[in-house]
């Protein structure tokens, strides 16, 4: 069966620092991965995704992550971490057990950035 | 990206009552989902809205509770029914693009019951 867990609950990290956001998978297939970001009172936004294509994604507001097939982990990283940053990540992942149709959600990581 | 349009925002209701949430998505959409957030935790599928046909619902969430239609492609509801303060969370439609191998979700309904 799928799963997704994320090693952190919540990172606080400095402005102008990287970023990175730990995220490891459990799948019998060959995984589909997303990380959303969620601001506070607002929607679901999508990061990035892999889907089978280059190891390396990259993202929206300069956030990327990097399919590790041997270590099942898909972790998101940032070089420079600015204050509108701060908000809930979820690590997110899809197989062929559901045709890819449906997600399972990781418990998520907080992200605050202090000035 | 797909565009994805949930009404109400938000909503206060009393125990014991019901409420339904209506979600509106555009023509790229193939496959449609409810998902439930309760406070301060992650997102949990509660079903899969099938057009013209009865949702499939995942293991702890039942029909009778969470009553789903889906009339057509691009239109689904919710019903969130006999309301107790343990239902009070945000509830999020979601919409699977296949073309681009990817959900995107509404702006969620948060739920508060007093």
């Known amino acids: 069966a799928q799963s997704v867990t994320q090693l952190d609950s919540h990172v606080s990290v400095s402005e102008g620092t990287p970023v990175l956001l730990r995220c490891n998978y459990s799948?019998?297939?060959?995984?589909?991965l997303f990380w959303y970001v969620q601001h506070p009172n607002k929607g679901l936004q999508l990061l990035l995704k892999y889907t089978s294509a280059a190891t390396l994604v990259k993202g929206i507001n300069g956030f990327e992550a990097e399919f590790k097939k041997s270590e099942t982990s898909f972790h998101l990283t940032k070089p420079s971490a600015h204050m509108s940053d701060a908000a809930e990540y979820f690590c997110?992942?899809?197989?062929?057990?559901?045709?890819?149709?449906?997600?399972?959600f990781g418990p998520g990581t907080s992200l605050s950035v202090i000035p | 990206s797909a565009v994805i349009s949930q009404k109400p925002s938000r909503d206060i209701c009393q125990r014991g009552t019901s409420l339904t949430i209506q979600c509106q998505v555009d023509s790229q959409v193939t496959m449609m989902f409810w998902y439930r957030q309760q406070p301060g935790q992650s997102l949990t599928l509660i079903a899969t809205a099938n057009q013209g046909s009865e949702a499939t619902y995942e293991s702890g969430f039942v029909i009778d509770k969470f009553p789903i239609s889906r009339p057509n492609l691009t239109f689904s509801t919710l019903t969130v029914s006999n309301m107790s303060p343990e239902d009070s969370s945000i509830y999020l439609c979601?919409?699977?693009?296949?073309?681009?191998?990817?959900?995107?979700f509404g702006p969620g309904t948060r739920l508060l019951v007093l």
């Open positions: 799948s019998s297939y060959s995984p589909s």
């Open positions: 979601s919409g699977r693009d296949r073309t681009q191998e990817t959900q995107y």
């Open positions: 997110v992942v899809s197989d062929q057990t559901t045709s890819y149709d449906k997600v399972i």
